[in-house]
């Protein structure tokens, strides 16, 4: 089980790679990249899928900082869909804010986990 959850994880994170990167460097013409939808929701399912593949293997996890990632990639997952669907509401604000949700889960799941 351990080789499933890396490479879930690596997974996990090019979904959050490629939104990160998309956001960052969308900053000097404001849009939104069309890869940042697809890498949030890579990174959502695949913490699902890891959240899964841990309760199988018994570990113990804290559901605390399980439902916050959640929170998070739902939140960035749900302004990515938003700003593909409104491009004009897109602005280095938002593209700032997307790029420090994603921050704000690495940080929690680097520092908290």
């Known amino acids: ?5 890396g ?3 690596v997974f996990h994170m090019i979904g959050w790679a490629i939104v990160l990167g998309a956001a960052l460097t969308s ?3 404001p849009r939104l990249a069309k890869g940042v939808t697809h890498g949030a929701w890579t990174a959502v ?3 699902i899928l890891m959240v899964g593949a841990a309760e199988m293997s ?13 929170i998070v990639g739902l939140g960035v997952l749900g ?3 938003y700003g593909a669907s409104n491009e004009e509401k897109v602005t280095r604000g938002y593209l700032v804010t ?5 921050i704000v889960n690495i940080c929690v ?5």
């Open 79 to 81: 302004m990515s869909i």
């Open 109 to 113: 799941a680097v520092l908290w986990g």
């Open 98 to 102: 997307l790029a420090g949700l994603v």
């Open 45 to 47: 399912i695949v913490g």
């Open 1 to 5: 089980m351990d080789i499933v959850m």
């Open 7 to 9: 490479i879930l994880l």
């Open 58 to 70: 018994g570990w113990e996890l804290s559901y605390a900082w399980v439902g916050v990632k959640l």
């Open 27 to 29: 900053l000097r013409q």
